[in-house]
Nanobody, 127 residues
Framework: VQLQASGGGWMQAGGSLRLSCVVSGRSVSRTVMGWFRQAPGKEREFVAQISKGAVAKYYKESVQGRFSISKDIVENTVYLQMNSLKPEDTAVYYC?????????????????????WGQGTLVTVSS
């Protein structure tokens, strides 16, 4: 399984960015997908997850209402739309595929629950 993330960049506070994660080797329609982020000097943290059928989504509290996770089954791609960006959103963002056998839960996920990761894309938000 390979995940290729892109879409990061520099943005002023209040702006928007959309991250993409192209997945190969596993269908996103059969996989719970997630986004994590890691700020400088901090541990990797959960941001969002989306269920196999894209019906259910769960977000880290601090991004609820500003970020939106989605998937395109035809393109086998997962997206993270980030609006109203804040300087504290600055981090390297990673997409990840949940381990087979695990299912969606309406709660924050541990990074250990995911077995395939993209390379990360840097998002920098200036005030």
């Amino acid at each position: 399984v390979q995940l290729q993330a892109s879409g990061g960049g520099w943005m002023q506070a209040g702006g928007s960015l959309r991250l993409s994660c192209v997945v190969s080797g596993r269908s996103v329609s059969r996989t719970v997908m997630g986004w994590f982020r890691q700020a400088p000097g901090k541990e990797r943290e959960f941001v969002a997850q989306i269920s196999k059928g894209a019906v259910a989504k769960y977000y880290k509290e601090s991004v609820q209402g500003r970020f939106s996770i989605s998937k395109d089954i035809v393109e086998n791609t997962v997206y993270l739309q980030m609006n109203s960006l804040k300087p504290e959103d600055t981090a390297v963002y990673y997409c990840a595929a949940l381990r087979p056998g695990l299912g969606y839960i309406p709660a924050p996920r541990s990074a250990a629950d995911f077995d395939s990761w993209g390379q990360g894309t840097l998002v920098t938000v200036s005030s």
